[in-house]
């Protein structure tokens, strides 16, 4: 086997294994609250590109009006989005996390990095430096990647 092969091997290993639990820890936190999945990847939406309208809810779910504005509808009755007049067009809505969504994402993070804590925890200090320096390189290379050819 090529280096070559072995390190994209080996690299989509710990892909499908951090994504896999990832994925299962956001699903269970997201459980935990009460909220179905599209409901918090709304929230995690706002939080990580900030506040929108709800064509844009719409567009980036692909979902139509009406089923964005009944997610949305539960989220601002539930206190964890607000809806206010969008200043710059006063017939559409914009949309921003409130401070109980807010505390909520944070509270979903944490436990994220917990595992990632623990996960750190069992490998040796020799162990870390090395892994920490893989992923500074690999960090770096995503983060010129996404420069070149960006996604939304």
């Known amino acids: 086997m090529t280096d070559k092969l072995h390190f994209s091997q080996t690299l989509r290993a710990w892909m499908d294994a951090f994504m896999h639990r990832s994925m299962s820890g956001w699903n269970h936190f997201a459980k935990s ?26 567009e980036r779910f692909d979902i139509s009006a009406a089923a964005a504005s009944q997610l949305v509808d539960k989220l601002v009755q539930s206190g964890h989005l607000e809806r206010a007049e969008d200043p710059s067009d006063r017939r559409a809505k914009l ?4 401070i109980k969504g807010s505390e909520l994402i944070q509270q979903g993070i944490e436990e ?6 623990d996960l750190a925890n069992t490998l040796s200090a020799d162990d870390q430096k090395k892994v920490s320096e893989a992923l500074t390189l ?15």
């Open 138 to 152: 690999l960090t770096k290379a995503a983060k010129e990647m996404e420069i070149v050819n960006p996604k939304s």
């Open 112 to 117: 994220r990095y917990r595992w990632m804590d």
């Open 33 to 58: 609250t009460g909220l179905s999945m599209p409901q918090f990847s709304i929230l995690m939406q706002l939080h990580h590109k900030g506040p929108c309208g709800m064509s844009e809810v719409s």
């Open 95 to 98: 949309l921003t996390l409130s």
